[in-house]
């Protein structure tokens, strides 16, 4: 039997490979808590990638060191899901205690650096620990792009693969395309909101929340549109909420210097209380972005869950992560802080995005290759020995 580990599972698993948030179904037993749902996005993706036959939590919180020595005659590998988590703030725990215990392959897979707006990322001594550990227990460690390779190395990490992430590989298509039709047949879009900032990594909080307002304002003008949520408390509320919460929940955000000022006026409100979209499901997510002819927005998952799945999508770029996702994969992005007018027009070329269709390409044969040399028994095809129909037969 192939078992496995995971850390920050980030939801419970169904149907072998299948994510939804814990208790789905008791709404107001989480309507008050901040779960991004991008993150079970990646924990899903990289379930459809895996080949196992049982996966368990390892648990870096309060673990049980008697238990590691069981751990490690019986798991195969344990692989931590990709996400942010190489910043300042960030507090792995008992996770060094764990770590040095195990003597099986710890993968990283996906991971990725924020940098702030001002002055160098400063990482603490126990985040430095930890990735030397779980560079040292594996050939590689997987990272999303090009900014987060460059921390690693300037920490010593020299066995780095660039992988991006999972999600855009979940669909398990390695000669996946993205075509576009005319701009005149386009008739309904996805848009990946996030109204959440930070100065921290957003240079100009007033520019980033007006586009995005605007920017809405205009896709719902042209295009029948559906707002994506992405698990902010007050858009729970607005859709799952009951119509006290609902009204609670615009309270709050008009009262909110920056959102009420900036981003919730007259029609996105509008906007809000009939076209916006939130699951616990990642399923959902996947159904919704196969209906729609485009997605665009500011969202990392959801955007790349609509090209995953072959439909068009456009990046909004507004901090490192957004930019770091852009490049790896050479989606179509517009920075958000540019003098630049966005105009959909001038992005809806496919010479922009046959760049990403070649670097989809070259991107899924890295993750597979980073899956086999770490030990990963995974789903990803061989493209370099059979042809892609034959493989996909296969498969």
């Not at 215990?101 to 930890?130: D, N, Y």
């Not at 509320?237 to 009951?242: A, D, W």
């Not at 027009?345 to 086999?372: I, P, T």
Request: glycine content about 6%.
């Amino acid at each position: 039997m192939k078992r496995i580990l995971v850390i920050s599972p980030s939801g419970e698993v169904y149907d072998h490979d299948n994510v939804r948030w814990y208790n789905y179904k008791d709404v107001q037993g989480s309507i008050g808590h901040y779960h991004n749902i991008g993150d079970a996005f990646v924990f899903d993706s990289s379930l459809k990638l895996l080949n196992y036959d049982r996966l368990d939590a390892l648990e870096i919180a309060k673990p049980n060191m008697a238990d590691i020595d069981r751990i490690n005659a019986e798991y195969d590998y344990v692989f931590l899901r990709g996400s942010n988590y190489i910043h300042s703030e960030m507090n792995w725990e008992k996770a060094i205690e764990v770590l040095k215990k195990l003597r099986i392959p710890v993968i990283a897979w996906g991971i990725g650096a924020q940098a702030p707006v001002k002055g160098k990322l400063e990482l603490s001594e126990q985040t430095k620990t930890v990735l030397r550990l779980m560079a040292d227990s594996t050939t590689s460690i997987g990272v999303r792009g090009a900014y987060s390779a460059q921390v690693l190395w300037d920490l010593g990490i020299k066995n780095v693969r660039i992988v991006g992430c999972p999600t855009a590989f979940r669909r398990n298509n390695p000669d996946l395309e993205i075509k576009l039709p005319p701009l005149d047949t386009i008739k309904t879009a996805g848009i990946t909101v996030r109204r959440e900032v930070s100065r921290t990594y957003a240079r100009n909080v007033e520019r980033y929340l007006t586009f995005h307002r605007d920017m809405v304002k205009e896709m719902a003008s042209r295009f029948d549109v559906v707002l994506m949520a992405q698990g902010e408390v007050e858009e729970k509320k607005m859709v799952f909420g009951t119509p006290a919460q609902r009204e609670e929940a615009f309270a709050t955000l008009k009262a909110n210097a920056w959102v009420g000022q900036w981003y919730l006026d007259e029609t996105m409100e509008k906007l809000h209380r009939e076209r916006l979209f939130y699951s616990d499901v990642v399923a959902d997510y996947e159904d919704l972005v196969q209906q729609k002819d485009m997605v665009l927005g500011y969202r990392l998952h959801g955007n790349l869950m609509a090209l995953a799945n072959g439909t068009p999508s456009i990046y909004f770029t507004y901090d490192s992560r957004t930019v770091e996702f852009a490049e790896t994969y050479q989606i179509p992005s517009y920075d958000v802080f540019s003098d630049k007018t966005f105009s959909l027009e001038e992005y809806w070329d496919q010479s922009l995005f046959d760049k990403f269709n070649r670097a989809y390409r070259f991107m899924y044969r890295e993750m597979r290759q980073f899956l086999v040399e770490n030990g990963a028994d995974t789903k990803m095809v061989d493209v370099m020995r059979k042809p892609v129909k034959e493989q996909l037969k296969a498969a």
